[in-house]
């Protein structure tokens, strides 16, 4: 069973920056690509952005230019570097793999942007 831990979140001003850390138990990220998502009060889940095994990286239009994913495969960790928040940014995050996998997702982590 694999589990993903989301961290990072939290409470920032408008044009603030965090960073989102997504652990895995279990070594998957060395193959599978993995992917941010978020999720708005009222709005579907959407993919913010996603990265590929071999690092190659893809980006919603909406976030392009600000956020920065990774992935640090020996430390089976993959990051969301967000900087500009903007209040629209204001989800809960999570990880999981792309395409997504019904039984991978947790608990998420919540960002808040204030304006």
């Known amino acids: 069973q694999v589990q993903l831990v989301e961290s990072g979140g939290g409470l920032v001003q408008s044009g603030g920056s965090l960073r989102l850390s997504c652990a895995a138990s279990?070594?998957?990220?060395?193959?599978?690509?993995m992917g941010w998502y978020r999720q708005a009060p009222g709005s579907q889940r959407e993919l913010v952005a996603r990265i590929s095994s071999g690092g190659s990286t893809n980006y919603a239009n909406s976030v392009k230019g600000r956020f920065t994913i990774s992935r640090e495969n020996a430390k089976n960790t993959i990051y969301l570097q967000m900087n500009s928040l903007k209040p629209e940014d204001t989800a809960v995050y999570y990880c999981n793999t792309h395409p997504a996998r019904r039984n991978f997702w947790g608990q998420g982590t919540q960002v808040t942007v204030s304006s």
């Open positions: 279990g070594s998957i990220f060395s193959i599978y690509s």
